[in-house]
């Protein structure tokens, strides 16, 4: 099952190809918010940027890449690393709503996650909400996280 999500981190890569420049964009964010692990019975904070490229898919839809670099506000936890992809319809002029799924690296198992978000530009600044779940390996309980970010589109 949790193989299934690693294809999705390669779609955005095929329209990239495929389809001509259309209103492409680049963009840069800080977020924050709060991570979960039921499993453990733990829940903390959470800090980190992302620098990101969004592909025109034609009417209403795109494609994008992302990479990210979070840090769980706890002791003893290192950097999780993440390669994403994402692919959504533009609802309206300043809105896209979208899933996501890649892969995150960190110094211990690393996972597979998947979710979903909404982002709302106000001119090139944007804020957006965003969960995701971790399929964590290693045997180690899943975990989830929602964030909230603030970033820059160019």
Request: no cysteine; glycine share 16%.
């Amino acid at each position: 099952m949790r193989r299934i999500f690693l294809p999705l981190a390669a779609v955005p890569a095929v329209f990239v190809f495929a389809t001509p420049a259309l209103a492409n964009e680049a963009r840069v964010e800080a977020r924050g918010g709060v991570y979960w692990n039921s499993g453990l019975n733990q829940t903390d904070a959470t800090a980190g940027i992302a620098a990101g490229y969004d592909f025109d898919l034609g009417t209403g839809l795109f494609g994008g890449i992302e990479g990210s670099a979070d840090k769980v506000l706890a002791s003893g936890t290192d950097v999780y690393w993440g390669l994403t992809s994402r692919l959504g319809v533009k609802a309206g002029a300043n809105d896209k709503l979208y899933v996501n799924g890649g892969y995150t690296l960190q110094k211990g198992p690393n996972a597979v996650h998947a979710g979903a978000g909404w982002e709302h530009a106000f001119g090139p600044v944007y804020g957006k909400v965003e969960y995701r779940h971790f399929f964590n390996e290693g045997g180690l309980p899943d975990s989830n996280s929602v964030s909230a970010g603030l970033g820059l589109k160019f």
